[in-house]
């Protein structure tokens, strides 16, 4: 497609349950971003892949959180055992880094809740 | 730590007025900003870049200012419209030792007719 593809854009689940949140970047963006962002609140620096690797994973919350990318394409951002706290909108971004420019191009969110 | 403020009430003004948000950052050395536009359940849109070697930027009605003495970057809207009204993310990129982009809070900015 032509823009960042998030699925699922809505999932519902219980505490202690798993969860796995895919990102389908743009064709050719060699770097891809995992964002979470609570209700009002800005936007929270996951992890970074630069090609399928992950150069920067500062970000990640707790050991409950892992992502991997494969192909230098798709990206699967995975939560164990979720928790009510990680209720929130999971935005994905890709770009050609390296490329003489930082603009992040954004798909529209997997928004999580968990109960 | 690193951080950025930006104003976190909501800026309200007339249609027509210019708007002006603004973003403040600490212990950081970006070599850009940058100035996202998000609406409510959608992810941020880019809108201007700005390289630390660069004072203004415009782009249409969009002018952004960044001192790097002040470590401050203005967001101007001109001739701001209704549909103009969003949420405006500030974001931070290159400092030395990552690549990872930091984005502020937002501001909420609501233009009336």
């Known amino acids: 497609g032509a823009g960042v593809s998030q699925s699922p854009s809505n999932k519902v689940t219980e505490k202690g349950k798993d969860v796995e949140l895919r990102c389908d970047p743009i064709?050719?963006?060699?770097?891809l971003y995992w964002y979470r962002q609570r209700l009002g609140q800005g936007l929270e620096f996951l992890i970074y892949?630069?090609?399928?690797?992950?150069?920067?994973k500062s970000g990640l919350p707790s050991d409950r959180f892992s992502a991997e990318r494969t192909g230098e394409s798709v990206s699967t951002l995975t939560i164990q055992r979720t928790q009510q706290e990680d209720s929130a909108v999971y935005l994905c971004?890709?770009?050609?880094?390296?490329?003489?420019?930082?603009?992040?191009?954004f798909g529209e969110g997997s928004r999580l809740t968990v109960l | 730590s690193q951080k950025i403020e930006q104003n976190s009430e909501a800026l309200n003004i007339q249609e027509g007025k210019t708007a002006t948000l603004t973003c403040n950052y600490t212990?950081?050395?970006?070599?850009?900003l940058q100035w996202y536009r998000q609406d409510p359940g959608r992810g941020p849109v880019f809108l201007l870049l700005?390289?630390?070697?660069?004072k203004e930027k415009r782009k249409e009605r969009l002018k952004v200012t960044f001192d790097t003495t002040l470590k401050q970057s203005l967001f101007h809207i001109t001739a701001s419209q209704p549909a103009d009204s969003a949420t405006y993310l500030c974001?931070?990129?290159?400092?030395?030792?990552?690549?990872?982009?930091?984005f502020g809070a937002g501001t909420r900015l609501f233009v009336k007719a």
């Open positions: 974001a931070l990129d290159g400092d030395t030792g990552g690549f990872k982009t930091i």
């Open positions: 971004a890709s770009n050609k880094r390296g490329i003489n420019t930082g603009e992040l191009f």
């Open positions: 892949f630069q090609g399928n690797s992950a150069p920067d």
């Open positions: 212990n950081y050395s970006p070599a850009y």
């Open positions: 700005i390289r630390e070697n660069e």
């Open positions: 064709s050719g963006h060699t770097a």
